[in-house]
């Protein structure tokens, strides 16, 4: 009964999807494609499995070297995650608000990310490096009498 009565103008309209242009994407738009999203879930895989065996493995196996290395790549990785995932954000958020300021976002998302591979970058080539930091947030400094 209720079908019969139902007009044709009432049925839902599918999603909008995005629009595919034919010029190539800027290379501030670390979220255009499958090929995107795939290594983001791989960065984002290989973050959930590496950085707490990392943390777990005694200091013994992970100084000099092996530390400054895998702190960079963590340093790395970090920027990575974040300068993308905040992209999806802004594409998803900021047309909402205003379709001119998309642009000026990507930017300054960029930005943010240099800085924190800078940032973390430099903790990690420095003498605690990144695992030392993060303990001694938890491991007070000794007492000097």
Request: aromatic share 10%.
């Amino acid at each position: 009964m209720l079908r019969i009565a139902q007009s044709t103008t009432t049925r839902s309209v599918p999603f909008a999807r995005r629009q595919l242009s034919s010029k190539a994407p800027s290379p501030l738009e670390a979220d255009y494609g499958p090929l995107a999203t795939h290594v983001y879930h791989k960065v984002t895989f290989f973050q959930a499995f590496a950085v707490p065996l990392y943390f777990m493995v005694p200091d013994r196996w992970t100084d000099g070297t092996m530390n400054k290395a895998f702190g960079l790549l963590l340093a790395g990785m970090i920027s990575f995650h974040s300068w993308m995932g905040i992209s999806y954000v802004c594409t998803d958020y900021v047309p909402k608000i205003s379709k001119s300021l998309l642009g000026p976002s990507r930017i300054l998302n960029a930005g943010l990310g240099a800085v924190t591979l800078l940032g973390l970058s430099r903790i990690a080539l420095s003498d605690p490096g990144i695992k030392g930091t993060i303990k001694g947030l938890w491991n007070p400094p000794p007492k000097k009498e």
